[in-house]
């Protein structure tokens, strides 16, 4: 089977983003059923100290950067077994 740096790249990018989106939902749930407060997104918010702001942000971030590294090595491994070489731009 020959499958195209461009399907590659396409499908890559929205599993991606895709997983990112639900890992930061899945952080805001946590947070609201952990602390009983929504999260904290805005800086300017009332309710949430500048400081809750940026630790949810950079948890977030971690999260999302992670999962995103994780599909990308699944996909890449499962892209390979389809079409048995890497595209070349991962080569």
Do not use: C
Not at 56 to 79: C, D, H
């Amino acid at each position: 089977m020959n499958l195209s740096e461009n399907k590659f790249t396409i499908l890559s990018a929205a599993l991606s983003i895709g997983v990112a989106a639900l890992a930061k939902a899945a952080i805001a749930n946590r947070y609201q059923a952990i602390t009983g407060e929504p999260a904290p997104k805005n800086p300017e918010s009332k309710e949430a100290s500048f400081g809750k702001v940026v630790l949810y942000t950079a948890i977030t971030a971690a999260v999302g950067v992670s999962a995103k590294i994780l599909v990308r090595k699944f996909f890449t491994k499962e892209w390979k077994k389809m079409d048995g070489d890497l595209p070349r731009h991962l080569k």
